[in-house]
T-cell receptor, first 112, second 113 residues
Framework: GDSVTQMEGPVTLSEEACLTI???????????LFWYVQYPGEGLQLLLK?????DKGSNKGFEATYRKETTSFHLEKGSVQVSDSAVYFC???????????FGKGTMLLVSP | SAVISQKPSRDICQRGTSLTIQCQVD?????MFWYRQQPGQSLTLIAT?????????ESGFVIDKFPISRPNLTFSTLTVSNMSPEDSSIYLC??????????FGQGTRLTVV
């Protein structure tokens, strides 16, 4: 079955540091890939997505590129802010974008 | 976009009791989804709730333990029955609009003691 593996957290960074959260996946078909973010006390929000190989999703300074050859979708940001502190989930969908398979989530803590 | 209101946001319950979680969406949707997030684990799909038909449960989840109602296109409930400490999790409802984006409620944090 489908699965998503992402790096363990928490990831602790100082403000303005570079961020990479690794995500790899296993899927039988050609999935769409997503990053969701969950801020403290809130629900999950879509951060970015990519629907085919070599697509780059981007939003709020975050980027991720759909790499079919390495089955990866790593999340990157060049300069993190304290407000980026949250839990980040990598996910995929193979069913016409209805149900999602999630990774375990990575907590990011950014200190001033 | 969709706004999802989920109640309660958290609860502490005694083992052997049941809790019903409500999910209200501000637009009509065909399918609603219920997920569980156990401590330190990823989100796992429990079931898909379609209006006017029985919910479809994923492997490992059964209707007797997690009965679901879907009385109309904007509302659903998930009941966690005969709870045990292993049911302590965050439960989330979700909808997908126009096959473009999934929206989630803020979750219900359940602790069973």
């Amino acid at each position: 079955g489908d699965s998503v593996t992402q790096m363990e957290g928490p990831v602790t960074l100082s403000e303005e540091a570079c961020l990479t959260i690794n995500c790899t996946y296993t899927a039988t078909g050609y999935p769409s890939l997503f990053w969701y973010v969950q801020y403290p006390g809130e629900g999950l929000q879509l951060l970015l997505k990519a629907t085919k190989a070599d697509d780059k999703g981007s939003n709020k300074g975050f980027e991720a590129t759909y790499r079919k050859e390495t089955t990866s979708f790593h999340l990157e940001k060049g300069s993190v802010q304290v407000s980026d502190s949250a839990v980040y989930f990598c996910a995929l969908s193979e069913q016409g974008y209805s149900t999602l398979t999630f990774g375990k989530g990575t907590m990011l803590l950014v200190s001033p | 976009s969709a706004v999802i209101s989920q109640k309660p946001s958290r609860d502490i319950c005694q083992r052997g009791t049941s809790l019903t979680i409500q999910c209200q969406v501000d637009s009509q949707v065909t399918m609603m989804f219920w997920y569980r997030q156990q401590p330190g684990q990823s989100l796992t799909l429990i079931a898909t709730a379609n209006q006017g038909s029985e919910a479809t449960y994923e492997s490992g989840f059964v209707i007797d333990k997690f009965p679901i109602s879907r009385p109309n296109l904007t509302f659903s409930t998930l009941t966690v029955s005969n709870m045990s400490p292993e049911d302590s999790s965050i439960y989330l409802c979700s909808v997908v609009l126009a096959r473009t984006e999934a929206f989630f409620g803020q979750g219900t944090r359940l602790t069973v003691v």
